[in-house]
């Protein structure tokens, strides 16, 4: 059985090491200061590349995905290419066996197999987007 890995992105650690990149970046390509090795500012920008590297290795390194804040979500599982879907425009979820189907308000379903996914797993995904969807009144 394959596990899923949660990510959300509400995680300290890895908006740390996202802002350390950029102002590693800034700071060696602009040369904000003079040192008396030039190499320095090279060695600085390459390290906050570096870090970039590590903070977007994430999504390639794990091919079950489920990564999510307030406001979506962002989900892979069993492909090579995930999908990002709002929370306010989810409408319901089924579960099947075998499929999770999204369907969201314009009508649209996504449908996402769970083929070999620890149960565990699944339930916990069903959970967070369960929680975070925004029920609207409906209007007759």
Same mark, same amino acid.
């Not at 300290?12 to 700071?27: E, G, H, Q, Y």
């Not at 994430?58 to 307030?70: E, G, M, V």
């Not at 989810?90 to 579960?95: A, D, F, V």
């Given at each position: 059985? &394959?596990?899923?890995?949660? +990510? %959300?992105?509400?995680?300290?650690?890895?908006?740390?090491?996202?802002? *350390?990149? *950029? !102002?590693?970046?800034?700071?060696? =390509?602009? $040369?904000?200061? @003079?040192? @008396?090795?030039?190499?320095? %500012?090279?060695? *600085?920008? !390459?390290?906050?590349?570096?870090?970039? !590297?590590?903070?977007?290795?994430?999504?390639?390194?794990?091919?079950?995905?489920?990564?999510? %804040? &307030?406001?979506?979500?962002?989900?892979?599982? %069993? =492909?090579?290419?995930?999908?990002?879907?709002?929370?306010?425009?989810?409408? =319901?979820? $089924?579960?099947? @066996?075998? +499929?999770?189907?999204?369907?969201?308000?314009?009508?649209?379903?996504?449908?996402?197999?769970?083929? +070999?996914?620890?149960?565990? +797993?699944?339930?916990?995904?069903? @959970?967070?987007?369960?929680?975070?969807?925004?029920?609207?009144? $409906?209007?007759?």
């Amino acid at each position: 059985m &394959k596990r899923i890995h949660f +990510d %959300n992105m509400k995680n300290w650690r890895w908006i740390t090491v996202l802002i *350390l990149s *950029l !102002v590693l970046i800034l700071v060696g =390509s602009f $040369e904000l200061f @003079e040192f @008396e090795n030039t190499i320095i %500012n090279k060695c *600085l920008t !390459v390290s906050g590349f570096f870090f970039q !590297v590590l903070f977007y290795s994430r999504f390639i390194l794990h091919k079950n995905y489920f990564q999510w %804040n &307030k406001k979506g979500t962002y989900i892979r599982i %069993n =492909s090579w290419v995930g999908k990002s879907i709002k929370f306010d425009q989810i409408k =319901s979820t $089924e579960m099947n @066996e075998k +499929d999770l189907i999204i369907t969201k308000k314009n009508g649209n379903k996504f449908t996402i197999h769970l083929n +070999d996914i620890l149960k565990s +797993d699944i339930q916990k995904m069903n @959970e967070i987007i369960g929680k975070n969807t925004i029920k609207a009144p $409906e209007y007759y």
